[in-house]
């Protein structure tokens, strides 16, 4: 059996001892890192826990930070009104005027060419606009929706001084206050715009143009005017894209459509609603039954329903 013999090792120093000799300055130090060791443990379960009880917190107070598109669906969405509410609303009030809606009726005169017929030279744009009420001097810019379905009899929409129920009570509501002007136009030959009803042609595209020129040259407006809609309202802010008009600063078209041609024609053949659409539904448009029905009177009214059949029959571009 072997025995243990201690070794003595006389530079050895007890633990204790070792500690006993640290200086107030190593003690501060060793402070300072086990600080900053929790200071960085605190700042990397921010993210995974402090951002998440805030969030929380946010949605609860109806607080909206800008939402990545993959997680839109979990938020509250108001779903029960007519339209959707902006997330901060702004400072100004509607411009009060004579009538109970707010607005003011204008008519736009432009001339037309003589082979329009109908009423040609003396184009006539029918629009309404809404203002907000800014300080004296100050101008904005103008929201506008141009459609047929304003002070039209056939789809008994009321007078274009009401706001459209579908898009411009809306706009006047959510962001008008925001220092917005809006207004509404009738296209040529609906509501109280003359001549003839004519789908996405030349008259209807001078009207436009003529409309957006006037919007931008207002005393109140600052010469920006934007166009918005859907389905025909969102197809006339292509037509007033073609122009160039300098006053015409963005569209937001709304499943519009950039031509006829490219929504009733296939293949060389034009579709059944071809004729039906054209003539027989927005044909229809600005012919009330009063005196100036004649005005809305057009050559195509005369050649379009033949030549709409006809286009069908036997399909080709000269035929419709």
């Not at 009063?290 to 709409?308: H, K, S, V």
Request: proline residues 6%; hydrophobic residues 40%; aromatic residues 10%.
């Amino acid at each position: 059996m072997i025995e243990g013999i201690p070794v003595e090792d006389d530079k050895s120093t007890p633990l204790s001892d070792k500690f006993s000799n640290l200086t107030s300055s190593n003690i501060k130090l060793l402070g300072i890192a086990v600080s900053m060791a929790i200071i960085m443990l605190l700042v990397s379960l921010q993210g995974w826990i402090i951002d998440d009880v805030v969030d929380e917190i946010k949605k609860d107070l109806g607080i909206y930070d800008r939402v990545p598109v993959w997680e839109r669906s979990e938020w509250p969405y108001t779903t029960d009104q007519a339209n959707g509410f902006v997330m901060e609303y702004g400072g100004y009030e509607l411009l009060e005027t004579e009538n109970e809606w707010g607005s003011t009726h204008h008519f736009v005169n432009f001339e037309l060419p003589l082979s329009e017929g109908g009423s040609a030279p003396n184009g006539v744009v029918s629009l309404a606009v809404w203002l907000p009420n800014v300080p004296e001097g100050v101008t904005v810019p103008v929201i506008a929706e141009f459609g047929p379905y304003f002070d039209e009899v056939s789809v008994e929409t009321p007078s274009i001084e009401v706001p459209g129920t579908w898009l411009g009570q809306m706009i006047i509501d959510q962001i008008l206050p925001h220092g917005y002007a809006f207004a509404q136009v009738s296209v040529m030959g609906t509501g109280r715009s003359n001549h003839c009803m004519d789908l996405m042609g030349n008259a209807e595209q001078l009207g436009v143009d003529a409309a957006v020129t006037w919007l931008g040259t207002q005393d109140w407006s600052n010469g920006a005017v934007s166009m918005i809609g859907k389905s025909y309202d969102g197809s006339t802010p292509w037509q007033a894209a073609t122009f160039g008009n300098e006053y015409l600063k963005t569209i937001v078209p709304i499943s519009g459509l950039i031509g006829v041609m490219e929504l009733m024609w296939k293949n060389g053949s034009s579709e059944a609603r071809a004729p039906i659409m054209h003539n027989g539904v927005y044909g229809s448009y600005g012919v009330d039954g009063d005196e100036e029905d004649i005005g809305n009177l057009c050559p195509d009214y005369i050649i379009g329903p033949g030549t709409g059949v006809a286009a069908y029959m036997w399909g080709g571009e000269f035929a419709g």
